[in-house]
Nanobody
Framework: QLQLVESGGGLVQPGGSLRLSCAAS????????LGWFRQAPGKEREGVSC????????NTVDSVKGRFTISRDNAKNTVYLQMNSLKPEDTAVYYC???????????????????WGQGTQVTVSS
């Protein structure tokens, strides 16, 4: 059974940092694009960042560029999202997702990811 499990969310003050992790079980991530998405209350889900199979291709939404960094460790079957300089508007439930792909070095955050985690809450507040 394919499963993605996020961890690392929590409450942090503005300007603080969090590192989200997403561990996969039941399949190897080697053949998958990986993405982080988020959904704030009353808002639609948005793509935050994605990373290609090789790890050499990434895409990041403008609102978090320079603050968030996505990475992956295929040996650990895990994808990460390092979030720095957090702002109250980053408050949301964060989801990781995986999408099988033949492409090695490109990814996008179109809504075609088939495998999703259960989400982890990130709250940025003083």
């Amino acid at each position: 059974q394919l499963q993605l499990v996020e961890s690392g969310g929590g409450l942090v003050q503005p300007g603080g940092s969090l590192r989200l992790s997403c561990a996969a079980s039941g399949f190897t991530l080697d053949y998958y694009d990986l993405g982080w998405f988020r959904q704030a209350p009353g808002k639609e889900r948005e793509g935050v960042s994605c990373i290609s199979r090789s790890g050499r291709g990434t895409n990041t939404v403008d609102s978090v560029k320079g603050r968030f960094t996505i990475s992956r460790d295929n040996a650990k079957n895990t994808v990460y999202l390092q979030m720095n300089s957090l702002k109250p508007e980053d408050t949301a439930v964060y989801y990781c997702a995986a999408r099988s792909t033949m492409f090695l070095n490109v990814c996008d955050m179109k809504n075609s990811y088939a495998n999703w985690g259960q989400g982890t809450q990130v709250t940025v507040s003083s």
